[in-house]
């Protein structure tokens, strides 16, 4: 019940045991063509181009920039928590020039200040479901007002646990990660681009590896009739996230938000009926993702980490710690994917009522 | 039986199957120390910079290039096969001014050419074994010679199949991919770096996924008193290379690489039994992956790709086409890792056999 990576679905663990077939496979290359459909349907989306990028969350972090962004690009940047901080950075690195629009840690950005923090952005870049502090940014009005701006947007807690709509908020860029509500381990980046983005894409990316031009010749080798060695893709993680997204899907979207929901409300409402105060912002609050403040005074002189290595230890159960400036001062619970039941809610509540009120 | 992946180890399949467990949970942390133990003796190496790129092979180059290239570096790099080609593009995208020696497709690169190209090369750069031709350039002599630049191998094919001396042959930075010869599927990239390299990295260079100086903290976190989160580990990759890397160690390296070297043999000498001509120069030939000519007539009037289909169809095993320029003219068979089995070989030789003489 950390921030990821989540528990996986039992279909994903099985997924993991296929036999591994060869990436140019007629058969692998069906299922490959499955889970960039099954990827449209979870990001809502009908862009051509949507695949699973070769690397953890944060590649997909790093594709999305490194494809868009050319020297002295004005990219405004959402920053209310750590994975803001890193758009910035990757953006920076990548030659932007990047405008920073900052929101107190806890709580939402405006989507006006995020509009109008340029004249003319080539891109406004923000997180939507921030990991280090259990708040989400809303898109749709983003979407509705970015002008010639890409909108472009980190979705790597969000798919899958709560209200994604990719073409509904116009969403040009997005990506996401395997280990969170998608209930499939790490090392997989869902990525969907528009083709109003596809059309400004940078022709040779400093990064080989995460160019798009190159890995759309291999997904979507229809249109020039044939696929293009690229580089070996992670067959065995494909096929996990292929079953990943086919127990989404079984389930129904919304049953699935509707489950994080539930969760997420009675973690929460239980963490304050232990007297804990939440850390994010009512009405911006992520189900799958929570943020509690640590009490001031822990039993026994404990210290925070005193009590998520005795929750490990003796109730087998991983919470977060704070990240960056919230190290110490938050503790960040998951319940997202397979994680996301009543009864692990349940079992997490009990456990730190022992803990705490030894 | 393609260029890989290879099928995996039983063991490594079961390792898939364990729980997932978080990224800074001390159990994961053991795997991950002990895997980079692992690395270390199937590197034959000391360097303490040794651990999994969370990428395939191809992200490894990327890493080799992206934390040592600064704009302008003369970086030369031996090109007889598809993976030299992509070692200069890579290097070129980073900055590199590129100074290519080219040799023959199916022929090694002579050291001296390598070593006399420029008068101070920042980085000789080659691939130890071309996956693209099945040929062996060999690496002790350029160790040996290569004054002050640093010395960069692909091991992507050789790791774990053929003798590797990272140590002894003075390689500065070596990267692999985990579903050749250490049969585990594709998904992760080891990676080692030698301490004088290590003096000579970039600050900050493009790639923030990729950027040693940040991996170096969460791998490696003893010195600094901790560990610092970077990315979301793969841990179920992590588990299966840990796996895989136990299988080579227990069955010892020497014993693995005997293996590969007599099915390579019993595979190569059965080709030529059946008519078929080798299309790697004698004596750089590697056991793990064979090239062989696709014979000017074929029964039938099969194509090149109608025989692998049928091979793949009625026998299921799969070979690979040529890649880049020798597409149509040869076949690429591989036997690595749990693949390397005699019956195996026994088993293509005889479909090949029935295909072509039927």
Redesign the interface.
Known sequence: M?P?????YPEV?LA??K???????PEFLAVLDSTNDRLREVFATSHALTLPI??????G??AAF?NFVRPGDPVVVGVNGVFGE?MC??AS??GAEVIRVDAVWGQPIEADRLLSAHPSPSIIAVVHAETSTGVRNDIAALGAGKGDALLLVDMVTSLGGIEVEVDAWQVDVAYS?T?KCLGV???LSPLTVSDRARGRMVE??????LDLNLLSRYVDGGSEGGRV?????????VAALHAGLGVLLDEGLEAVQARHASCGKFLQDGLEELGLELFAQAGHRLPQLTTVRVPDHLPGGMSEADCRRLL?SRYDI?I?SG?GPLAGQVWRIGCMGHTARRRNVMALLGALKEVLCS
């Open positions: 950390g990821g990576p989540s528990n996986p663990m993991l045991g036999p591994v077939v060869g990436h140019l496979d070769s690397g953890t969350g944060s590649a972090m790093e490194v890193r950075e990757v690195r990548h990660g280990q381990p790490p090392g040779r990316p400093t990064s080989w590896y060695y690229h580089h070996t893709a992670p067959v065995t993680m490990l991983e977060g990240a």
